[in-house]
């Protein structure tokens, strides 16, 4: 038989390490966001987004989340057209990163959002055996 509170916190704690993973990841591609390359003509700095996949732990009989990989963005970059940026190609246009910080922080609100709800299941996991502890020594 399995034990529900611990599963419960196994399921929180598998969430908040995936939605760790992924916070650090959109705060890599903000602080690059208008990072572009060292040479002339060459690539910026590419977006990377967090796949995620399902795990079952047989032992406690739960299905877990966690990162599958973190991959690089496949959208193309933005061109701009600046002759005197020092990675401006031959033709004066340079390669700008394909992060949009309008979706990084929408999945920055979206990380946090699920790192809050697996950390609220983890608290009233432990409240609900610190209850049970409780029932026991008063028997």
Do not use: W
């Amino acid at each position: 038989m399995y034990d529900p509170l611990r599963v419960a916190l196994k399921v929180g704690a598998s969430g908040l390490e995936a939605q760790s993973k992924r916070l650090r990841v959109v705060s890599e591609n903000l602080a690059n966001a208008q990072s572009t390359a060292s040479t002339p003509g060459g690539d910026p700095y590419t977006r990377k987004v967090v796949t995620f996949e399902n795990e079952v732990d047989e032992a406690l009989g739960a299905s877990l989340v966690k990162v599958a990989g973190i991959e690089r963005h496949r959208t193309p970059y933005r061109i701009e057209h600046n002759p005197s940026h020092p990675a401006a190609d031959a033709n004066g246009y340079v390669k700008l990163p394909n992060v949009d910080i309008v979706s990084e922080v929408a999945d920055m609100q979206e990380a946090n959002r699920s790192y809050e709800a697996n950390l609220q299941v983890i608290k009233q996991a432990r409240e609900l055996i610190a209850m049970t502890i409780d029932l026991l020594r008063s028997n």
